[in-house]
């Protein structure tokens, strides 16, 4: 991508409900199981850093780095957020064994130029023991769409398999839960309807019905933070603590 795409990206993520629902959902799942520890925090494909400026906004303890594939994205987010952004790959982490107490890696094991299994023994080798693992993922294969192949997303995921590969990683799970559920119906007609070469779905919404989708996925989060597990929705969130 360009530059300039990167940077139109880095100013839709700050407004976009979707965004905002996730990496709040992700912050507050993550602060509810974490343990104190003094080891850093990593967000593991931190794009142009919509995250990580949300964890130091929200005080996250210790303060959260980044890792990025792409050198131009990495810059964005070091801008954005304030915090170091290393560029590497989640196939092969540039850290020590047992040097993070937690790892973020929001939509990050469907992008094409990863490969889920390394990815998952690499960020279980860095955690140290009892260290937190948050996901977030695409959910149901039948929903692949243009969006898909414009954000270069190679796989979706079943609820059941991410938990199991999850398992085989060393993993135990705390939390997997579906969200985005309430306007579920709406994403599968859109999916329907859309043309094989349509545009990513990342892109400003009119404000009042970026608000109103907010408000839902608001409503869903404090459900969700309430214990409920959904049962179905267009992404899926799993806490899991290495063992």
Known sequence: MERREYELMAAVED?????????????????????PSGQPILDAGCGTGGLLARLVEARLRPTPVGLEYDSTAAGIAVTKSGRPVAVG???????ADRTLSGMFSLDVLCHRMVEPNRALAEAHRCLESGGILLLNLPAYRWLASAHDARVHNARRFGRREA??????????????????????PLMVLRRLVSREDAASDVRPF???????????????????????????GGSIMLVAEKR
Do not use: M, Q
């Open 15 to 35: 407004r976009l409900w979707w965004y905002r629902g996730l990496r709040a959902l992700a912050a507050e799942l993550f602060a509810r199981h974490a343990a």
């Open 89 to 95: 790959s989640v196939n092969e982490l540039p850290f």
């Open 163 to 184: 938990v199991g590969l999850l398992e085989a990683a060393g993993f135990r799970i705390k939390r997997a839960t579906h969200w985005n559920s309430f306007l579920f």
């Open 206 to 232: 009119p404000a009042p019905l970026n608000a109103l989708f907010g408000a839902i996925v608001a409503a869903e989060r404090r459900l969700i933070g309430w214990g409920l597990d959904l049962p179905f």
